[in-house]
T-cell receptor, first 116, second 112 residues
Framework: DSGVTQTPKHLITATGQRVTLRCSPR?????VYWYQQSLDQGLQFLIQ???????AKGNILERFSAQQFPDLHSELNLSSLELGDSALYFC???????????????FGPGTRLLVL | AQTVTQSQPEMSVQEAETVTLSCTYD???????LFWYKQPPSRQMILVIR??????QNATENRFSVNFQKAAKSFSLKISDSQLGDTAMYFC?????????FGAGTRLTVKP
């Protein structure tokens, strides 16, 4: 158990809908990362937050957005869902969220999204 | 529960030399997939190599190869002729029926 929690574990919805995925980082970690793992692609970095502020942005679609709250939990919002958005969404956390020594990311169990 | 352990938080290697990153996992399943991902400072996750548990032959991708020991539940990554661009965080991952688990990562630094 990494200490990172994600809810829900599974989510089934229809095209055009909007969903929110939630992540709670490990105690003491200030940075949160979101990744998408789809069947035909590897793990794609979406976005990173540090202490409530966006720090890095990857291949995140405009239909997707995220935020990190004062209590450091984060939410990933996916809107106007398409069939191709079906994937496993991971959250990870780390202490400082910087590229440097001893910076380890701890991954949550993921949320499996199925868009029908 | 399935777990993935990377016991080396940090490693370094001289350019052009060979380095091996360790990964062990725990599972009761017989069929699964194992992955090594590379994450450079850009934060993008790059799939380095993938191994299917039912295949006995070790996977190889150019300078990257694995030593898959199913009985020992070990999946190490060997990088030959290390290059400066190999400097990154490396994650070992286990996937069984889309239940994916990641190791904590190993930070590799290639020195000139």
């Amino acid at each position: 158990d990494s200490g990172v929690t994600q809810t829900p574990k599974h989510l089934i919805t229809a095209t055009g809908q909007r969903v929110t995925l939630r992540c709670s980082p490990r105690s003491g970690d200030l940075s949160v990362y979101w990744y998408q793992q789809s069947l035909d692609q590897g793990l794609q970095f979406l976005i990173q937050y540090y202490n409530g502020e966006e720090r890095a942005k990857g291949n995140i679609l405009e239909r997707f957005s995220a935020q990190q709250f004062p209590d450091l939990h984060s939410e990933l919002n996916l809107s106007s869902l398409e069939l191709g958005d079906s994937a496993l969404y991971f959250c990870a956390s780390s202490v400082e969220g910087v590229w440097g020594p001893q910076e380890t990311q701890y991954f949550g169990p993921g949320t499996r999204l199925l868009v029908l | 529960a399935q777990t993935v352990t990377q016991s080396q938080p940090e490693m370094s290697v001289q350019e052009a030399e060979t380095v091996t990153l360790s990964c062990t996992y725990d599972t009761s399943e017989s069929n699964y997939y194992l992955f090594w991902y590379k994450q450079p400072p850009s934060r993008q996750m790059i799939l380095v190599i993938r191994q299917e548990a039912y295949k006995q032959q070790n996977a190889t991708e150019n300078r990257f190869s694995v030593n898959f020991q199913k009985a020992a539940k070990s999946f190490s990554l060997k990088i030959s002729d290390s290059q400066l661009g190999d400097t990154a965080m490396y994650f070992c991952a286990f996937d069984n029926n889309n239940d994916m688990r990641f190791g904590a990562g190993t930070r590799l630094t290639v020195k000139p």
